[in-house]
């Protein structure tokens, strides 16, 4: 029988790469997008309506792929949203919002999930996070904060869920080629920001190593794998090799020696 997969944020970037690989590989695969009709040529897997956002959203397209196919295998919670700037100067309407899609969501989406997983006895998610959440980054600390906070999250639920039959683990992109920095939010640099000279010169670079990064395939490759593992791991990395290395440093490395090389390597 083939897994059904529900992948959030489906329509573009990492998540399309996935759906693509995965569809090809027999999986009956559901995408999602906040607004579907503005994808009207899209015909590589199904896309549903969802905000991870908005609770009713959420509810519907579960309720939707549970009725067309009787059951739910595989969530990937990959929505999510960039976000930069000094904390100082960062609106708090827009770190509200950076919490809601890069961690309440993916937690409302889980929710609406593990219901129909429960009833199976079996089922799989995957938290896409982000290896900056294993580490506060200067002038990424919301977007570092938020993706950390889901690392948590995956390690207490899949505890919580285990009797169940469920599997819960997450996998840490590191830079991709994607169009995340095309949606990112951007606090302004203002003319009389004290932040304004070094963070002007980081966002550029910020938005270089995004244009940079790596093939979404790798991730997708990478999912698949988890997929297709009987027994997934808590956490999985996938990026360049210093990005990774990076995390294995901060474990070694005393507190103020790790902090050093972080602002020399952003030249603070």
Known sequence: MSKVVLITGGSSGIGKSIGILLASKGYTVYGTSRN???????????LLALDVRNTET???????????????????NNAGVG???PIEETPDEEIHKAFQTNLYGPIAVMKAVLPQMRSQKS??????????GYMGLPYRGIY????????????AMRMETKMFGVEITNVAPGDFATNIAAGRYHTPVFDNSPYKEVYGNMLTEMDAHVDEGSDPKMMAEAVLSIIETKK?????????????FS??????LPDKMYEKLLMNHYKL
């Open 247 to 252: 995390i294995v440093l901060k474990r070694i």
């Open 123 to 132: 089922g799989l998610i995957i938290n896409v996070t982000s290896i900056a």
């Open 232 to 244: 997934p791991k808590i956490h999985y990395k996938v990026g360049a090799f210093m990005q990774k």
């Open 83 to 85: 976000i930069t700037g």
């Open 144 to 155: 570092s904060a938020s993706k950390g906070a889901l690392e948590l999250v995956t390690e």
């Open 58 to 76: 959420i509810q519907k397209a579960v309720a939707t792929i549970v009725q067309k196919e009787g059951r739910l295998d595989v969530l990937i």
């Open 36 to 46: 579907p009709a503005k994808f009207t040529n899209f015909n590589e897997f199904n």
